[in-house]
């Protein structure tokens, strides 16, 4: 298949320059770190291992170092175990390539790559910071794997079965499943050109959605026992303390897709989910639906957050408490 060919050859047209730059460069790296947000998700993985896979590929040596650990369901992604949460020196590599992190301090490199050159952002967050010194920040893409696919047709790269199953897992997790507004006639085209490279799409729905343990399964019982919703602004709420999750013997990982089936309600205009996965600190995850006409991601920015219209979170600080059977959020005593 030639670049023409390619399903997504248009996607990346209106950023003709900024791919030369990122080819320029790539084409003269011998060391590369790649680098994602905390909390690392499907989409996160997948594009930092394609890119591994992708690099490797080319006899350029690549690192993805991840701010904290992956969910152990994600364990089926090729390359795993070639995470690292080890801090890496970033002087040590030539180029960095930072991916799906919205705002750079997710990266926990931030203080070592501003002003660097030879550091490239690839993005689908409309809200990127385009701090990096390459910034290829493409808002139309429904995942950054989406951005990776065009680009290794750029770089020359063949999409290998270890390559097409990192990004098919990128895209089906940051589509949930395929059901969400961003998936068009161009993202199952390349879905189904990924499933003729090897990409299994049975297997990586198996792994990220329908397997659950019994901690999960019991976690969620908690949250969708726990709906609230308010009159007032129609956002359906549930929330989840720290001894829920110590309970339950569950992680936050576990709660995936909680706030998803909260947004399914009727009737409602977003919804929130409230976790406060460590004591005094708070990770709030918001959806909503364009019917319902709600930009969540001014909600998460108002919270020191942020993310898309449909898709946001924030992190606060502050502790989740019961009292008279009212729930309330108390900030943390200094
Ligand atoms: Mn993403």
């Not at 209106?14 to 990122?22: A, F, G, H, L």
Request: charge should be negative.
């Amino acid at each position: 298949m030639n670049s023409k060919q390619n399903p997504a050859y248009k996607l990346l047209l209106p950023y003709k320059e900024t791919v030369q730059q990122i080819v320029e460069t790539l084409n003269t790296a011998k060391n590369v770190l790649i680098g994602t947000h905390e909390h690392p998700d499907g989409d996160a993985l997948g594009s930092s291992l394609a890119m591994l896979h992708a690099l490797e590929s080319k006899g350029i040596t690549a690192t993805v170092y991840i701010p904290d650990p992956a969910a152990d369901f994600f364990q089926f992604i090729p390359g795993f175990e070639r995470l690292t949460t080890v801090r890496p020196n970033v002087d040590d590599f030539d180029t960095v390539i930072l991916l799906d992190y919205t705002q750079l301090y997710r990266t926990h490199l931030e203080q070592e790559v501003i002003g660097k050159p030879r550091v490239i952002s690839i993005d689908h967050h409309y809200d990127n910071t385009k701090q990096a010194a390459i910034n290829l920040i493409v808002p139309e893409a429904a995942a950054t794997a989406h951005i990776i696919f065009p680009l290794l047709f750029a770089l020359d790269i063949a999409v290998t079965a270890n390559i097409a199953n990192c990004l098919l897992t990128g895209i089906f997790t940051d589509t949930g499943s395929f059901m969400h507004d961003s998936v068009t006639p161009e993202i199952l085209q390349i879905s189904s050109y990924l499933m003729q490279k090897g990409a299994r799409l049975s297997h990586i729905a198996h792994e990220t959605y329908q397997k659950k343990e019994l901690s999960g399964l019991q976690i969620w019982g908690r949250a969708l026992s726990r709906i609230l919703i308010s009159e007032k602004t129609g956002v359906a709420v549930s929330i989840i303390t720290k001894d829920d999750l110590d309970e339950c013997m569950a992680t936050l990982d576990d709660l995936s897709g909680v706030v998803s089936m909260l947004n399914a309600l009727p009737d409602t205009s977003y919804a929130m989910l409230l976790v406060e996965h460590e004591y005094g600190k708070i990770k709030g995850s918001l959806r909503s639906e364009p019917q319902k006409g709600v930009d969540v991601s001014k909600i998460a920015k108002r919270l020191g957050g942020g993310g898309h219209k449909l898709a946001s979170g924030f992190e606060i600080s502050g502790h989740i408490i019961q009292k008279n059977g009212i729930w309330y959020v108390e900030p943390v005593v200094q």
